[in-house]
Every structure is written in structure tokens, then in C-alpha cells.
């Protein structure tokens, strides 16, 4: 059974720029939730995908998007990046509402 | 909208010893889940525990336990015969249990464990 895995490892941006983060799926899993985690804090909801569709967000600006794939991958999309948005970007796969699983994270810097 | 507060930034244990960390919760709602996560230094978040609101039973995971108060509204994490794999940021998390709330976790601010040989 494969866990979840998410791309890039690390990046660094640059304010205003835009960046794509992704995430593969848990084996068996069809919703995706994606959080943001400054450096000290806990994990902060974005949101979540469920078979392709957004069906919970956080306070978190339009700017930051996503999409879910019909192997319910995923994919996160910050646009006009802002030094606040330097943070670990965690995804987490689950069966529905079940426990949900989390990937090793995305670092971004944004200078 | 419900909080998790984890007032303690860091603890500290001997190795094989007993440790207990807090967790404290506000919701109005009767119905919700509980969540014990791990993140080491490799930043991968891992469940320790969940434990299910209506259940009076308290979880038990191997050396990791907890103590369920509904009525206080309290969460606590006991890791008994600490060892040194151990060490890392401990996450207490909630969920609704109502499924237009999404699968949403809602987070503590962590608590930092540290095992000493």
C-alpha cells in the first residue's frame, strides 16, 4: 500500500510569484485536504477536495486554489505570493470522512 | 467554530519514563472525534490515537493512552516507557463529526516532547 507523497520536496519562490504544489493519494483514498503550517504553529485547514469537488475551505483568500484528478489526486495553487505564505504545505488523504493520513509536506520560502 | 489549545509548549521525560501531555477543546457540538498526531523532525504528521466522543471508553494505543473528559472538555496524551523515537512535536486535533463540516482537523499549537537517555 502506498502512503502519501507529495512534490516538490522544498522550493523557493519569489514575492508575486505563483506556485503549484501536488499530492498523490493514499491507495483506496477519494478526499484531499490540504493545510498550511508556519513554522512553530499547528496545521491550518486550506481545504478539501472529495471526488473532484471543493467541499470545505478555511480562511484562506481565493488566491490559494486547487483541483483533485479523477485518480483523486491533487493539486494546490497559490497565486501573487506573499512572504506569509512561507510555510509547510501538508496534504492528507482519506476515505471519505475516515482518518485521514498525511504526506511528508512541501517547504516553501518565499522571498 | 471549535479550538484546541495544547498549553504546554514543551515537556520533557526520561527515557522509560511516564508523560502525560494536555489538551484542552471548545464546541458546542455533542458529536466529534479526537486526534493524537506525531511530526518528528521529518515533518511527516502521524497519527498516534483517535478517540470517538460517544465512546466513554478511553483509546489505548500500545504505550500511548488517553484520558477522555467530555465534560471538561479535556484530551490528555499519556506515553508510557517513553523511548527515544518518541521525541517530537505532539498535535492534538478535533473533528466534527457532522459530514457537512468536511473532514476538516482543527489544530493545537503543539507541544514539543523531549526524551532524555
Known amino acids: 500500500e502506498t502512503g502519501v507523497t507529495q512534490s516538490p520536496t522544498h522550493l523557493i519562490k519569489t514575492r508575486g510569484q505563483q506556485v503549484t504544489l501536488r499530492c498523490s493519494s493514499q491507495s483506496g483514498h477519494n478526499t484531499v485536504s490540504w493545510y498550511q503550517q508556519a513554522l512553530g504553529q499547528g496545521p491550518q485547514f486550506i481545504f478539501q477536495?472529495?471526488?473532484?469537488?471543493?467541499?470545505g475551505r478555511g480562511n484562506f483568500p481565493p488566491r490559494f486554489s486547487g483541483l483533485q484528478f479523477p485518480n483523486y489526486s491533487s493539486e494546490l495553487n497559490v497565486n501573487a505570493l506573499e512572504l506569509d505564505d512561507s510555510a509547510l504545505y501538508l496534504c492528507?488523504?482519506?476515505?471519505?470522512?475516515?482518518?485521514?493520513?498525511f504526506g511528508p509536506g512541501t517547504r516553501l520560502l518565499v522571498l | 467554530a471549535q479550538t484546541v489549545t495544547q498549553s504546554q509548549p514543551e515537556m520533557s521525560v526520561q527515557e522509560a519514563e511516564t508523560v502525560t501531555l494536555s489538551c484542552t477543546y471548545d464546541?458546542?457540538?455533542?458529536?466529534?472525534?479526537l486526534f493524537w498526531y506525531k511530526q518528528p523532525p521529518s515533518r511527516q504528521m502521524i497519527l498516534v490515537i483517535r478517540?470517538?466522543?460517544?465512546?466513554?471508553q478511553n483509546a489505548t494505543e500500545n504505550r500511548f493512552s488517553v484520558n477522555f473528559q467530555k465534560a471538561a472538555k479535556s484530551f490528555s496524551l499519556k506515553i508510557s516507557d517513553s523511548q527515544l523515537g518518541d521525541a517530537a512535536m505532539y498535535f492534538c486535533?478535533?473533528?466534527?463529526?457532522?459530514?457537512?463540516?468536511?473532514?476538516?482537523?482543527?489544530f493545537g499549537g503543539g507541544t514539543r516532547l523531549m526524551v532524555k537517555p
Open positions: 477536495y472529495y471526488r473532484e469537488e471543493e467541499n
Open positions: 464546541t458546542s457540538e455533542s458529536d466529534y472525534y
Open positions: 486535533a478535533y473533528r466534527s463529526y457532522y459530514s457537512n463540516a468536511g473532514n476538516m482537523l482543527t
Open positions: 478517540q470517538e466522543a460517544y465512546k466513554q
Open positions: 492528507a488523504s482519506s476515505y471519505g470522512v475516515e482518518t485521514q493520513y
